[in-house]
T-cell receptor
Framework: KAGVTQTPRYLIKTRGQQVTLSCSPISGHRSVSWYQQTPGQGLQFLFEYFSETQRNKGNFPGRFSGRQFSNSRSEMNVSTLELGDSALYLC?????????????FGPGTRLLVL | SQQGEEDPQALSIQEGENATMNCSYKTSINNLQWYRQNSGRGLVHLILIRSNEREKHSGRLRVTLDTSKKSSSLLITASRAADTASYFCATDVIAYKYIFGTGTRLKVLA
């Protein structure tokens, strides 16, 4: 099976702009989680989607949003970008319905906000 | 604050030696997982241990879990240069939400 893919891999934006990141999970996986990784804060949970529903979210401002499509692909959006949003954004897929809590991570999207 | 705290933050050993890293967490869990990350890339799942398990092995990896102390340890035996990476523990604080620790940076010297 193909692994988790994320696009784009690298992105440069300026403050105030918005950005949309995409994640395609492993075929058959219905859960997609998003994480932000920075040197200062480490890996922070953003949100998790399952069957197009957000089941949980982390402590991030409303500028961070996401959605999941019927084919389980997910997107996350960050509006009004700030310098502090520069980070590696990771998505992970899993199939908890099959009793598998293991998350399979994509390579990440590295976002730089100037 | 982080649910998981890894200790030590950094570890440097010679190839062939064993590497031990520890993870402490704060709340009750259903399972704890260990992941490896190579230099700014995605994370790779290593092993999952459930709250009713005390020890688990996978190849050169050995994980222990002490729920009374809310701690886990990851032992990598006979380390190789390719084991150089950051290692994270992750706990399911509530359903569908995993909290990652701060990570241990392991460097294995050839």
């Amino acid at each position: 099976k193909a692994g988790v893919t994320q696009t784009p891999r690298y992105l440069i934006k300026t403050r105030g702009q918005q950005v949309t990141l995409s994640c395609s999970p492993i075929s058959g996986h219905r859960s997609v989680s998003w994480y932000q990784q920075t040197p200062g804060q480490g890996l922070q949970f953003l949100f998790e989607y399952f069957s197009e529903t957000q089941r949980n979210k982390g402590n991030f401002p409303g500028r961070f949003s996401g959605r999941q499509f019927s084919n389980s692909r997910s997107e996350m959006n960050v509006s009004t970008l700030e310098l502090g949003d520069s980070a590696l954004y990771l998505c992970a897929s899993s199939d908890p319905g099959q009793g598998q809590e293991t998350q399979y991570f994509g390579p990440g999207t590295r976002l730089l906000v100037l | 604050s982080q649910q998981g705290e890894e200790d030590p933050q950094a570890l440097s050993i010679q190839e062939g030696e064993n590497a031990t890293m520890n993870c402490s967490y704060k709340t009750s869990i259903n399972n704890l997982q260990w992941y490896r990350q190579n230099s700014g890339r995605g994370l790779v799942h290593l092993i999952l241990i459930r709250s009713n398990e005390r020890e688990k092995h996978s190849g050169r990896l050995r994980v222990t879990l002490d729920t009374s102390k809310k701690s886990s340890s990851l032992l990598i035996t006979a380390s190789r240069a390719a084991d150089t990476a950051s290692y994270f523990c992750a706990t399911d604080v509530i359903a569908y939400k995993y909290i990652f620790g701060t990570g241990t940076r392991l460097k294995v010297l050839a």
